[in-house]
């Protein structure tokens, strides 16, 4: 029969093996973390999905986010470059655009610009209506004086998009308001109280005809 000197002789040899296993072990837990690769840690930043451009957004943002944008560094023509900014306008400014280049012989940094121009105007309310509704024909063609005032009414739909909400009908009284000649702007006024329905580019289609059919007319009376 095991005597009690006997059990704790036993036990305490029991209790040095287990301090020496667990040496060992830890032994080998830090020769294993010595010789280890150790770990890398890598983040990447995703692109940011690029949006399409419309009037409440910050022009000088979308316009960096979109010169940066992998996809526009891929492409190689000028025009294959400002076809891609067009896609990604909504379509006031896409009408912005249309109006002042040459879609195929425009530069991206013209592009850039005239978008600025329209949405970083930094005039109050009342300038730019200010400005609209003082602009006359003056010198310029009737294409000319169109694209002059669409523009600025592009600008206050930004500014008042509530007011300037039905651009046909806004159109259609600055226009004939500010023609040059005084039988066409009488002529102008005179279809838009008839033709309320008439559509702005109807009504600059007909005053292109009136000018044309009365420089026809001059030229037939100096002849004859």
């Given at each position: ?25 830890g ?26 451009y ?27 470059r ?23 012989k ?10 600025k ?6 005039k ?9 509704f ?8 009737i ?6 005032i ?53 009504l ?7 000018v ?13």
């Open positions: 029969m095991t005597t009690v000197n006997e059990l704790t002789d036993i036990v305490k040899e029991l209790e040095q093996r287990l301090r020496e296993a667990t040496e060992l072990i032994e080998q837990r830090k020769s294993a973390l010595a010789t280890a690769a150790p770990t890398v840690v890598v983040h990447t930043n995703k692109e940011r999905k690029l949006m399409k419309s009037e409440k957004d910050d022009i000088d943002d979308w316009c960096d986010s979109i010169k940066g944008h992998s996809a526009m560094k891929t492409l190689s023509t000028e025009l294959d400002v076809s891609f900014i067009m896609d990604y306008l909504t379509e006031n400014p896409k009408r912005t655009l249309k109006v002042q280049i040459d879609k195929k425009a530069t991206t940094k013209e592009v850039f610009e005239i978008l121009d329209a949405y970083s105007n930094k109050s309310l009342f300038q730019l209506q200010t400005d609209f003082k602009t006359d024909q003056g010198d310029c063609t294409q000319e004086y169109s694209h002059t669409m523009k600025q009414l592009l600008i206050l739909q930004k500014k008042d998009p509530v007011t300037y909400r039905d651009a046909d009908m806004v159109m259609k009284d600055r226009f004939a308001e500010g023609l040059q000649s005084t039988s066409l702007k009488h002529e102008m006024k005179s279809i838009n109280r008839e033709q309320i329905e008439l559509k702005f580019h109807e600059l289609h007909l005053a292109e005809s009136w044309k059919d009365n420089e026809i007319s001059n030229t037939n009376s100096e002849s004859s």
